[in-house]
Structure formats: C-alpha cells, structure tokens
C-alpha cells in the first residue's frame, strides 16, 4: 500500500472505512515539516549605532571644510584690513607722494670744494632751493642754498660740490615738500610742539614747477626726535615725513658755522637778495 502511494517506507498510512468510493487517508509523517525552514535575517543593527557611524562620516568631512572656510574668510578680511589701513584711513597728499628712496644722511661730509668755485655766480633759474633762519640769536641767518648742477652754498659761504645721488634726493625731497597743503600761519609755518614758544623758523624757499614763483615753507621747531604738531594742519597731525627728513639734512649745511666767521658774506647776501625779491 505504502508503494502504491508513493510515500516513503517509513511513513505510517492508516485505512478507515470504504464508504462508497471514497477513501479516508491519514498520513503522519516522522518529520516535523517536509519544506526547509526559510533562512533566519540577521537582527538589524541599533539605531544608535547607525546614526553614530553617519554623525562620524559628516564629521570627517565637514572638518576640512570648516578650516578652509575658515583660513579663506581670515585671509580676506587681513587683506581688506590691511588695504583699508594703508588707502583709507587718510586722504593725505603726502600717502599719494612717492617717497625719497635714497638717503642723503652725511651729504656735507661727502661733499668736496667745488672745482668752480672762483666763478660761480648764483641764479635765480639755476636755483633748487634755498633755506633762511629766524632764530633769537640769529634773527637774518642763511643756512644753506643747492644750485644746479651739483652746487651746494652752506652756512660759512663755501661752494662746495654735492655727489649726484645725494643731489638728486635733496632736490626730490623739495618737490615733494612744494606740493604739501598751506598751512595759514605766518610764514607758512609747520609749528612742531615744544614746552618752550621761542623756537627757531627754518624758512625753506623753493620755485614752483613754473619757475615763475617761489613758495615759502617754515618749520617751527624743528627736531631730530619730535614731529608732533602743535596746531594740525589739514589731515596731518605729525610733520610730514619728507619735510622732517629734508630739514634734517639741511641742518647740515651749519656744520662749522659761527656767526660773523663767514667766508663769503657777498655770496650770502646775492642769494638772501634772489629768494626774498630784492
């Protein structure tokens, strides 16, 4: 019977009744279930685990974007800074000015007696510059002229031959000072701060671009360690930097000097006489 059915040997088959045709079969079977169990999933991992390993991911990529972002934004506002600092905060001529590249410290020592000395004549075409002091012991004093093209005139009346760069940076440094603003007071004088009001005036004379005038301007003052300004002139709170450094250099041209020893007060008096008009 087992045969007929085709059902294994080892399964059990149990005949009822006959009732007409039909045929009540129970089969037990030793096995549990004849189809194989479907494969277990693994346990999905925790959450928390999960959104770990995501917050790790983003962080590992947001961190060097963050300090690019970062070194960029620094970058751009130094730079800004910086220009602002240099371009914007004063609107002063002297910021505009391309400043003396050379030095001319020591000028006078360098110079040497001029090989044309026994005929030189001062003009007034010819003249660079000239300086004039207003001191309490020296109230008509003449500190030095520079005549083209290498002639110096200092304190003592010596003619004397000026070394090419050191010319080049006195005459650059007068053109600048030509340029800078009036300043309303008497002689057209930048008035340094002191404790003490009897100050020296060094008067500098110096022909316009034109040639048709010549434009005075005085410091007040004058010192190699002070610059700040007792009244402001303009944007300028301080003595600009071309004219404290050309009225350094032409402190210079007293160098030996004592009043009423002057070798040629002839000379002197021609170039008092071209830059004064007379």
């Not at 005949?15 to 045929?23: D, E, K």
């Not at 008509?140 to 200092?154: C, N, Y």
């Not at 700040?228 to 009225?247: C, D, I, M, R, W």
């Amino acid at each position: 019977m087992t045969t007929l059915l085709g059902l294994p040997k080892h399964d059990h088959v149990h005949l009822h009744s006959w009732t007409g045709l039909q045929v009540h079969v129970r089969i037990e079977s030793s096995t549990s279930c004849l189809a194989p169990s479907p494969p277990v999933p693994p346990p999905p991992p925790p959450p928390n685990s999960a959104r770990s390993s995501c917050s790790y991911a983003k962080l590992a990529l947001s961190k060097p974007l963050f300090f690019a972002l970062t070194a960029f934004i620094g970058a751009y506002i130094l730079f800004f800074r910086s220009a602002s600092i240099r371009f914007g905060s004063t609107n002063r001529l002297e910021d505009q000015l391309p400043m003396s590249t050379t030095s001319a410290k020591g000028w006078h020592a360098r110079a040497h007696p001029h090989p044309s000395s026994a005929t030189f004549v001062p003009a007034r075409d010819k003249l660079v510059f000239a300086v004039l002091l207003n001191a309490p012991a020296d109230p008509e004093g003449f500190t030095m002229a520079l005549f083209r093209p290498d002639v110096a005139v200092d304190a003592r009346g010596r003619i004397l031959q000026v070394q090419p760069d050191d010319f080049a940076a006195l005459a650059d440094l007068a053109e600048q000072v030509n340029r800078l603003p009036e300043t309303g007071s008497f002689m057209n004088a930048w008035r340094v701060a002191h404790d003490r009001t009897d100050q020296p005036i060094d008067r500098l004379f110096v022909p316009s671009s034109g040639g048709n005038e010549i434009k005075q301007t005085s410091v007040q003052g004058w010192h190699p360690d002070k610059k700040e300004l007792k009244t402001p002139v303009a944007n300028y709170n301080e003595l600009p930097s071309a004219l404290h450094e050309l009225f350094g250099y032409i402190q210079e041209g007293r160098t030996d000097y004592q009043r009423g020893r002057e070798e040629n007060k002839d000379l002197i008096e021609r170039i008092k006489g071209i830059v004064q008009g007379e």
